[in-house]
């Protein structure tokens, strides 16, 4: 009688591509980030640039249900204050077919979306998230910091004195690239999460960043 085979658990790395299917990678056993390096539509560049330089408020969250891959997200209102600004309708184009490709890629039935304006870090710290996947994209500013595996003890995570302070060591997603992030909470990823953290903004700089959770 054979033995039964063990099943070798896949290295944990991260994929990088300049088209959009590289994001459909995230699927695989053993990627725990999938970076797509776009560079934004120049309109769509001006329109972040322009929206940060009012130096405005903006923090919006909603829930969209998709109940079928024919379903258009609903963002009649989304950051409505800045619809007379050159470049919104691009923008709200952007984000929807982000929101339709998310959805398809995952099957996902209802998607927390999140657009802001942020002058500070809002997780300084490294760390995980406890979702299945994360979408982030930053349209204007710096975008988040990871690190590859194997640069930080995950034991550690949460402490300032055993965080990376080299910095060769901290990767950064460029503004307008958009990151696909496995969280805990994805099956078979358990105690693999990506590794990231907000950056810190320079003194009078602001990030504008949309990211996308699958709720269901």
């Known amino acids: 009688m054979l033995a039964p085979s063990l099943k070798l658990r896949p290295v944990v790395h991260q994929v990088q591509g300049e088209t959009p299917q590289t994001l459909t990678r995230i699927l695989e056993d053993g990627v725990n980030l999938a970076i797509w390096q776009r560079q934004l539509p120049a309109h769509i ?10 130096n405005e408020p903006l923090a ?4 969209l249900e998709l109940p079928n891959e024919d379903t ?27 929101v339709s490709a998310f959805a398809c890629l995952l099957g996902a039935k209802r998607i927390g979306l999140r657009v802001r304006v942020l002058d500070k870090a809002m997780c300084p710290r490294f760390h ?3 979702v299945p996947v994360r979408l982030i994209t930053t349209y204007s ?18 402490q300032p004195g055993a965080e990376p302070t080299q910095h060769s060591l901290i990767e950064q997603i460029v503004s307008g690239e958009v990151a696909l992030l496995k969280g805990e909470k994805w099956h078979g990823n358990e105690g ?4 990231h953290r907000s950056p810190q903004p320079a003194s009078g700089e602001r990030r504008l960043i ?7």
């Open 45 to 54: 560049s001006d329109f972040g640039c322009l929206l940060l330089s009012l």
């Open 60 to 63: 919006e969250s909603r829930v």
């Open 72 to 98: 258009e997200p609903d963002l009649h209102e989304l950051a409505s204050g800045f619809r007379d600004l050159e470049g919104y309708a691009g923008f709200i184009a952007d984000v929807s077919w982000l």
């Open 128 to 130: 995980v998230d406890h």
């Open 141 to 158: 500013g710096a975008g988040s910091q990871w690190l590859k595996e194997g640069v930080m003890d995950r034991r550690q995570l949460g």
């Open 192 to 195: 693999f999460g990506l590794i």
């Open 210 to 216: 949309l990211t996308l959770d699958w709720l269901a």
